[in-house]
Nanobody, 122 residues
Framework: QLHLVESGGGLVQSGGSLRLSCAAP????????IGWFRQAPGKELEGVSC????????DYADSVKGRFTLSRDNAKNTVFLQMNSLKPEDTAVYYC???????????????WGHGTQVTVSS
């Protein structure tokens, strides 16, 4: 059972940056596509982006294109979501999830973390 752990969330002012991490102690993350999803209060879970096993990234949310960047550090067995120029509408719980293939649909992912809160103040 792959156990994912997100970290790096917090409170930041509009225009600021955060870097979220997704790790899986004891497992090799490079064997999986790692997706990031977010859920804002009162809204459905939204796919943000995914990094394939080949390290090619897929962006799903138009609102984050050009601001969020996914990367993978295999030496650290960690996937990073760099979030720049944050806006209040980015406020949500962010989840990382693992699957063999990337997909914008949460049902495609077998393993999930518990999420990390990101709050952007105006």
């Amino acid at each position: 059972q792959l156990h994912l752990v997100e970290s790096g969330g917090g409170l930041v002012q509009s225009g600021g940056s955060l870097r979220l991490s997704c790790a899986a102690p004891g497992y090799i993350l490079e064997s999986y596509g790692i997706g990031w999803f977010r859920q804002a209060p009162g809204k459905e879970l939204e796919g943000v982006s995914c990094i394939r096993i080949s390290d090619v990234t897929e962006d799903y949310a138009d609102s984050v294109k050009g601001r969020f960047t996914l990367s993978r550090d295999n030496a650290k067995n960690t996937v990073f979501l760099q979030m720049n120029s944050l806006k209040p509408e980015d406020t949500a719980v962010y989840y990382c999830a693992a699957a063999k293939y990337c997909s914008p649909y949460n049902a495609a992912y077998e393993f999930w973390g518990h999420g990390t809160q990101v709050t952007v103040s105006s």
